[in-house]
């Protein structure tokens, strides 16, 4: 069973930045589009940014130019930079692996970041 796991997350205070890490595991990491979503208390599911088997990347307009998403196939782990956080990005973040070509995807359990001060 594959298995995703976030790391990095916390309190940190407005203005501040923090690196997301998801490691995962028993899948083949290259042929999955990576990417993270966050949910915050009442709202739905949101795309923060994903990438591609490729290395192209997507944001959503809300985080764009403030978070940058890497990964390093070599450790089958992808990265969130978020820097000039706010509160407003106050949520759980979760790391979704998904394959195009058979539609197959997984979720890591979420790490929970808080922006305050």
């Known amino acids: 069973q594959a298995q995703l796991v976030e790391s990095g997350g916390g309190l940190v205070q407005p203005g501040g930045s923090l690196r997301l890490s998801c490691a995962a595991s028993r899948i083949m990491f290259s042929l999955y589009r990576m990417g993270w979503y966050r949910q915050a208390p009442g709202k739905a599911r949101e795309l923060v940014a994903h990438?591609?088997?490729?290395?192209?990347?997507y944001y959503a307009d809300s985080t764009k130019g403030r978070f940058s998403i890497s990964r390093d196939n070599a450790k089958n782990t992808v990265y969130l930079q978020m820097n000039s956080l706010g509160p407003e990005d106050t949520a759980v973040y979760y790391c979704n692996a998904y394959r195009t070509s058979t539609t197959t995807q997984y979720w890591g359990p979420g790490t929970q970041v808080t922006v305050s001060s």
């Open positions: 990438i591609t088997t490729g290395g192209s990347t």
